[in-house]
């Protein structure tokens, strides 16, 4: 049963998805802890409690907490607080006590005891209340704490528990899904690019032919080993975390996979660490999950926050969402998109038939089995029950109409570069905002191309390989949440690059060298969400010292651009008119 609650005031919670812990014994101590009958429970409030958290720091109060009956535990109880410098915070939370920190350390930090409550509630071994913010242990969790086990390893009746607990949960069959058609061997990047809600900021993915060609470029070992362990997208994380359980639990192994990639005549070859094949334990369990043969299908766990995790729209996405889910899952035999936009605004939630079915193809993409034929989806899934807690007055912002807007114009590129609205305007994730760029131009525009980065280097550039009269382009990526105004220093730091590709004889790491031999011709350009102050003035003035034309980019012209050239309503001559002309 999916029950609908209005509400005035609830906590913003982010339930879900993991990116952090991975070790299964102290999950298993954090489930037990809710079970005022389980000896771990007993030991935390007598021994642990006492001897890691001082008074000062709430002991009293958190061994009270513990002492209710039934016993609901708040978020603040559970997780605590931190400091700036987190090694040197106090133990001052339930989780935080449970878990042993790193090294010597007794008691672990505030945000990783926030990832063991969230893995723990993904899992649907404790559950949440809207109403006063506690969590409290399931069934599910009640069975795991019995079988509970001091051991440092798990014990074989916990791991059978943890085997179906995981199976509940959409992500993994997702994971375990992609992996099992036609035994797919696959990156975290491959996975990460097909889980999750693709077309925004809090499931992105490290375009992975873009950074083949990035680390090629580099010499340094060091540069090249940071950009393959640690570039990577929110949804790579996931993936790469709910590999390392299935792994774990024998579902899964990991096996590094060589990637080639080829630009104009030249090709790079990298292998990627974080790879990942089913293993043949892992298909039967898949198969399990899914009710073939004699199995009943597994009722997966869905959370209100889980269909959203960031940005100002993702209380009105999880809304949405939630409420497609309702729709769908109490349909009789099939749905249409229209009688979903029904529904929806029958709710109070005005949206279109386009972004419906984005939504349901994200759907599918967390792990959820619905049919899509056309214009009209079946439900072929069973889930537990869940709450859509719904605010008053809950409107897309400015940004997601402007998805909407292009949604209805945008058929043949993918809705994944949909993010590169979310990402134009966040500028801790200015990397990825190069790269989702450098990918739309080079995957979907027909330019050959590469993102460039690092110190003296542009953005990336891109070039024609294949026209009478070839021409490239240096780009600048830029990433501001209230515009771009094109600042002077900034201006100055494009006006040479342009000028070391005109005498190719400064900067050592030579990077016109990556301007395809018959390129005469160049132009520069910046791209940003939108741009404001007097930034055709540097433009200009570019162009005059440098004589080289160039252009300011919004990035939402940029994607109907890219549509028009997968379309073939422009091709690239066109573009070189249009722009720069």
């Not at 509630?121 to 069934?139: K, N, P, Q, R, V």
């Not at 797919?184 to 490290?206: C, D, P, W, Y």
């Not at 540069?223 to 359980?245: L, P, V």
């Not at 400015?398 to 305007?425: M, P």
Request: with cysteine; aromatic share 10%; charged share 25%.
């Amino acid at each position: 049963m999916i029950k609908i609650i209005h509400t005035k005031n609830i906590k913003s919670r982010t339930f879900g998805w993991v990116q952090n812990p991975s070790n299964f014994r102290s999950l298993c101590n954090v489930v037990a802890v809710f079970d005022h009958n389980s000896q771990k429970h007993k030991e935390l409030i007598n021994k642990e409690i006492p001897a890691l958290i001082t008074t000062k720091n709430g002991r009293d109060d958190l061994i009270n907490a513990m002492n209710q009956r039934p016993l609901k535990l708040s978020y603040f109880h559970l997780v605590g607080t931190g400091t700036s410098k987190r090694a040197e915070a106090p133990c001052n939370s339930i989780v935080q006590a449970t878990v042993k920190g790193q090294g010597e350390k007794e008691y672990t930090d505030n945000w990783t005891s926030d990832g063991f409550v969230r893995w723990a509630h993904c899992l649907g071994f404790i559950e949440y209340d809207y109403a006063d913010d506690t969590f409290s242990i399931t069934s599910s969790g009640l069975n795991l704490s019995a079988v509970w086990s001091k051991e440092n390893e798990v014990n074989a009746d916990e791991r059978k528990i943890l085997v179906n607990a995981i199976l509940s949960y959409p992500p993994a069959i997702r994971v375990l899904t992609l992996l099992a058609e036609n035994n797919a061997h696959l990156t975290k990047f491959e996975i990460g690019r097909k889980l999750g809600f693709t077309s925004e900021n809090g499931f992105t993915s490290m375009p992975q032919d873009v950074l083949i060609r990035t680390i090629s470029g580099i010499s340094d070992s060091k540069e090249r080993n940071e950009m393959r362990n640690n570039w990577e997208g929110s949804s790579d994380k996931y993936a790469r975390m709910i590999s390392s359980w299935l792994i774990k639990l024998g579902l899964v192994e990991k096996m590094p996979k060589e990637i080639t990639v080829a630009v104009g005549t030249m090709t790079y070859t990298e292998k990627i660490g974080q790879s990942f094949i089913i293993t043949a334990q892992g298909i039967t369990a898949l198969r399990k999950a899914q009710g073939v043969s004699k199995h009943n299908r597994i009722a997966k766990n869905i959370s209100f926050e889980m269909l959203s995790t960031k940005g100002t729209d993702r209380t009105f996405l999880r809304t949405r969402r939630s409420l497609i889910i309702k729709a769908l899952s109490e349909s009789r035999n099939f749905i249409t998109a229209d009688e979903i936009v029904i529904f929806l605004n029958n709710n109070g939630i005005e949206t279109s038939n386009a972004a419906v079915i984005d939504d349901i193809n994200g759907l599918v993409n967390i792990g959820l089995d619905i049919s899509i034929n056309e214009n009209f989806f079946i439900w072929k899934d069973k889930i537990n029950d869940f709450t859509i807690p719904i605010s008053a007055n809950v409107e897309a912002s400015e940004h997601e109409r402007t998805k909407d807007e292009l949604r209805e114009n945008i058929s043949h590129i993918s809705h994944e570069y949909l993010s590169l609205i979310d990402l134009a305007y966040d500028s801790k994730q200015n990397r990825l905002f190069e790269m989702k760029t450098m990918q739309l131009l080079t995957e979907e525009c027909g330019f050959d191309g590469l993102h460039l980065g690092g110190s003296r280097k542009p953005d990336g550039i891109v070039y024609t390989s294949s026209l009478s009269n070839n021409y490239g382009v240096i780009i600048d990526t830029k990433s501001y949440s209230r515009g771009y105004n094109l600042p002077i220093g900034q201006a100055d730091e494009m006006q040479r690059y342009i000028q070391e590709n005109q005498r190719r004889d400064e900067n050592p790491n030579k990077w016109w060298n990556n301007f395809g031999d018959t390129v005469d011709t160049f132009y520069f350009m910046f791209v940003a969400g939108h741009f404001v102050g007097r930034y055709k003035d540097q433009i200009d003035r570019i162009s005059l010292i440098t004589n080289t034309k160039g252009v300011a980019i919004e990035v939402n012209r940029l994607l109907l651009t890219a549509e028009n050239l997968k379309s073939k309503r422009y091709d690239l001559v066109k573009v070189e008119s249009d722009y720069f002309d």
